[in-house]
């Protein structure tokens, strides 16, 4: 709970920031402090101290899990604010208000991951989607941006609309929102459940982006300022993939015979949709956007396996996604060419950076000794753990494969190909950032004993 | 602790070599970590032979029941042994090539060793994934940064194709793991699996494939040829000399002892393809007019017979195939010297374009004569003991079908084996000189010294095999013990 109220605690003071500071440094620092401040609230909170005391059982419950990727989700903000929160300035004059929007999403995801109450999962993926909407329209002067606004906006309101249909369908059928008190066993045949179910299936399909529900995603990731699309594609992504696990595991559970295939089927296709269509991308930035289709269909295994290890897995994907998507955006952003071209021969003129991209890309390639490793291991241990599905495994890895080949082609553009150089204005403090972001990666791959045993203390 | 060190060494040195700046340092500091590698492998063979001396194990990965677990048997230490006596030989022959940026070469090279020596140690299916693809990683970057014309197109089709492998290869560690009593990735807890042959008729070709590309075995081989050609020559020895040799491993480690039903009921139908790619690389060689090429499909036919011998399951095929291991990394490194020399010498490796060079080299045809003669495993060279043990235990195998077809057509390729070699030693080192070999000269002494070494190596191996088949003695016994179907089958009926 620490952590809920206060990030929309300072939501509202980043809002007011704007009046408060007359230059752009303050309400930068007052941003980070601010994360700071919430991830030490919400450590405190795994460890026992509450901050406020109310009696939120019926709508919202801290589990340890839940309370663990809380912290993941804000430390990742954290690292998104010390790469790219300079670059923020460059979208457009809200500065102050960027953050509060940023605050305000981190208030939804926390709810999404917490609910037991399916009107809680709603207001909460509403509570991420609108500021999303504005942030990637907030590059106001370029047209590409308010394409991306509108197309977000009109789709992501026709699939939250869908979604509020099936919590209709769900409550018609077993007369309540809790989740706890649905007695869904004896629903099995329940044309009702099961249509809403289903809705609520492609509704979060659709916030994943899960094919066939991923249209919209290469278009607004592209079109929406770097620094957004950044935390769009990943603290907010895997925040929405811990709800979808959440709903499905302890609400949906009993039905899991109606849904397994489903869920099999649609992580098959995401892989080979996401896949295929990034290997003939141009620009790296629309490699990326359907690089993170491809991811989504190997974070969908945790749902067709929904053991224990998937849920270990999630948490390890997320970290090891978020931190390698936040850094190759952060290094995009400095770049003033996206395609391959433009990283020609990056290895000369900057070679620092180039190795950290690098081994992002080694990263999101799933190369042992990398955190992006591990996830892909744990997901495919938990599928193979759970039985059955071993095509589903098989085409995951042969889909990994696929995946190697476009992130390998930014490691040749910068190592193996001569150029001129595209990337400008990188301060030193950044360039540690990535590099500690480097580290943090090798070291999840190494040691994740240390990360888990953080959770099971 | 020599096993720690093999790996230890090569990696702080290799990481090291990054920041060195000044080129002669690089050379000096990579080829004396190379030595002293060496030493510590000469040492583990010599004087630390108590049983400690290479096993280590460590915590790591506790939650998964993954340790870091590193033991040498028999055919480890030698793979070692092979590693750590090649390495200063491709740092010596390759000592007056250029290299752009070359403290990212030899650092990487030594990342490369590292890699290696781990993969030949590991005793834990997570650690020698691990290794495995650590392996990869280096060398794909050498080859692409200092290769020839085509380098990125040809190192990424054999990366790519690696990495397939060694992804299947992964999901079935993992379905096994999910198998193994109490859920560990201990190579002896592989081996007690207890997979029933249905599980094992599919999870073998998972393996299979992973090994296959990396030896590579026809039809698995498409990449070679090119990668061979294309990357610079010290990492072409590398990938030739000891890569492979990872897959053979894999092969004798992995697959026969964890898959014992499997190998027993497509034994012959690999053994019948590698074969058929003993052909098939011969005849291809014989038509070629590169000698780089040409030395690459010679090592494909190699490999082959290699591979036929394993699914033979049969003691003096086994002995054949480790010392084999061992004499074809010597030998195609002496070829790769001998090639490097003419190509450096001469400013081309068209065998049409050469000749005479041995009015002009005398030396240099002395030692490529002995080591062709190793290439086409003459009696008292290497080669020949490896090639007629594995040829009695594939006449001899109790578990294969076509043991004669089979050695009968590997045979053949032996014949034509000694077509290409001669062929090529014929058109390039006799014969009249021309424009272009006319101006040649000899080799200096320390060229002469490396191929000094080389051919002892071929030479105390062809004579005296004894020691080496009796550290063989041991490993191949307990492979042939673990892969021994029979009493499996039994099991199965009842």
């Not at chain 2, 000469?42 to 993954?66: C, D, K, Q």
Request: proline share 3%.
């Amino acid at each position: 709970m620490n952590a809920v109220l206060l990030s929309g605690l300072l939501g509202v003071v980043m809002m007011f920031a704007s009046f408060l500071f007359r230059t752009k440094a303050p309400v930068r620092i007052l941003a980070i402090l601010g994360t700071v401040v919430l991830l030490v609230a919400n450590i405190m909170e795994t460890k026992g101290v509450h901050f406020f005391h109310m009696d939120t059982a019926a709508f919202l419950s801290f589990s340890n899990y839940a309370l663990f990727f809380n912290t993941i989700a804000i430390a990742g903000t954290l690292v998104f604010f010390l790469v790219s929160s300079k670059d923020m300035q460059r979208v457009g004059n809200h500065y102050a208000e960027y953050f509060a929007l940023i605050f305000f999403i981190l208030t939804g995801i926390f709810l999404v991951t917490a609910f037991t109450n399916l009107l809680i999962l709603f207001i909460g993926i509403e509570i991420i989607s609108i500021p999303l909407y504005i942030l990637t329209g907030s590059a106001k002067k370029d047209l590409k941006s308010n394409e991306a606004a509108l197309k977000y906006f009109l789709m992501g309101a026709f699939s939250t609309g869908i979604m509020l249909m099936g919590i209709a369908l769900i409550y018609g059928a077993t007369g309540t929102f809790e989740i706890g008190k649905m007695n869904m066993t004896a629903l099995m045949k329940s044309n009702l459940l099961t249509g809403g179910m289903l809705m609520l299936l492609f509704s979060m399909c659709f916030k994943v982006s899960v094919a066939p529900f991923h249209f919209w995603t290469p278009d607004v990731y592209d079109g929406a300022p770097n620094v957004f699309t950044s935390f769009m594609a990943t603290i907010v992504k895997v925040g929405i993939f811990v709800g979808f696990l959440h709903l499905f595991y302890s609400a949906f559970e009993p039905l899991s015979l109606q849904w397994k295939l489903w869920m099999a089927i649609l992580a098959a296709l995401t892989l080979l949709v996401g896949n295929i269509t990034a290997v003939f991308q141009q620009s790296v930035k629309r490699m990326l956007a359907y690089s993170s289709i491809s991811q989504a269909g190997f974070m969908m295994f945790a749902l067709v396996a929904m053991n224990e290890t998937a849920h270990e897995g999630l948490l390890l994907y997320s970290i090891a996604y978020s931190l390698a998507t936040i850094g190759i955006f952060g290094v995009i952003s400095k770049m003033s060419d996206y395609s391959f071209d433009g990283f020609n021969g990056l290895a000369n003129h900057q070679p620092l950076v180039a190795l950290c991209v690098t081994i992002f890309m080694l990263s999101l390639a799933g190369i042992p000794l990398s955190a992006g490793f591990l996830a892909k291991f744990y997901m495919l241990k938990a599928v193979i753990q759970g039985g059955g599905y071993m095509w589903l495994v098989i085409l995951g890895v042969l889909m990994a494969a696929v995946s190697a080949y476009y992130y390998f082609r930014v490691i040749q553009a910068m190592y193996f190909k001569e150029g001129p150089s595209h990337f400008s204005g990188i301060s030193t403090f950044e360039k540690y950032v990535l590099v500690g972001i480097c580290v943090l990666i090798v070291f999840t791959g190494l040691f994740p004993n240390v990360i888990f045993s953080w959770l099971y203390f | 602790m020599i096993a720690l060190l093999l790996i230890l060494v090569p990696l702080v040195s290799g990481l090291a070599t990054f920041l060195i700046k000044k080129e002669e340092q690089v050379r000096t500091w990579s080829l004396l970590a190379a030595i002293i590698t060496f030493i510590i492998a000469i040492l583990g063979v010599a004087v630390y032979t108590a049983p400690g001396g290479w096993t280590f194990r460590a915590e790591w990965m506790g939650l998964l029941n993954s340790s870091f677990s590193l033991k040498g048997d028999g055919m480890g230490i030698m793979l070692c042994m092979l590693t750590a006596l090649a390495y200063p030989v491709i740092f010596l022959s390759t000592w007056t090539t250029a290299y752009r940026k070359v403290h990212n070469f030899f650092g990487l090279m030594l990342l490369t060793q590292a890699g290696l020596m781990g993969v030949f140690l590991a005793m834990d299916a997570l650690l020698f994934y691990f290794f495995w693809e650590l392996a990869l990683i280096p060398i794909y970057f050498i080859c692409s940064q200092w290769g020839g014309e085509r380098r990125i197109a040809v190192t990424f089709k054999f990366f790519i194709y690696t990495f397939i492998g060694s992804l299947l290869m992964l999901v079935g560690i993992l379905y096994i793991y999910s198998r193994t009593p109490g859920h560990s990735f201990d190579i002896s807890a592989f081996y007690q699996a207890g997979l029933s042959a249905k599980e094992q008729s599919w999870l073998f070709w998972l393996f299979f494939v992973a090994f296959a590309v990396k030896m590579p075995v026809f039809p698995f081989h498409t990449w070679q040829p090119d990668a061979y050609q294309q990357s610079p020559t010290a990492a072409t020895m590398v990938l030739s000399a000891l890569m492979v040799k990872m897959g053979v491993l894999g092969l004798l480690r992995w697959l026969l002892p964890v898959f014992p039903i499997a190998a027993y009921m497509n034994g012959d139908t690999i053994s019948l393809l590698a074969v058929t790619g003993i052909i098939y690389a011969s005849l291809i060689a014989m038509r070629q007019d590169d000698m780089k090429r040409l030395v690459a499909y010679s090592s494909i036919a190699h490999i082959g017979l290699m591979c036929a011998a394993v699914f033979a399951e049969d003691k003096s095929a086994m002995e054949g195939t480790m010392i084999q291991m061992f004499s074809h990394g010597i030998n195609i490194l002496g070829m790769w010297i001998v090639v490097e020399i003419i190509e450096r010498k001469f400013g081309t490796v068209k065998i049409s374009a050469l000749g005479g060079i041995a009015q002009k080299a005398p030396a240099l045809t002395f030692f490529f004569v002995i080591i062709a003669f190793a290439n086409i495993a003459l009696p008292l060279t290497n080669a020949f003991i490896g090639e007629f043990l594995m040829f009695k235990g594939i006449l001899g195998s109790k578990v294969s079908q076509n043991g004669v077809l089979i050695m009968a057509t590997a045979g053949l390729g032996i014949i034509l084996g000694a077509v290409y070699t001669l062929r090529m030693g014929r058109k390039v080192f006799f014969g009249e000189t021309n424009a272009l070999t006319e101006k040649g000269t000899d080799i200096v002494f320390h060229e002469k010294a490396i191929l000094a070494i080389i051919v002892g190596a071929i030479l105390i191996v062809g004579i005296y095999p004894q020691p080496f088949l009796n550290t063989f003695d041991q490993i191949s016994q307990s492979i042939l013990k673990n892969s021994d179907v029979l009493p499996m089958l039994m099991k199965q009926k009842h």
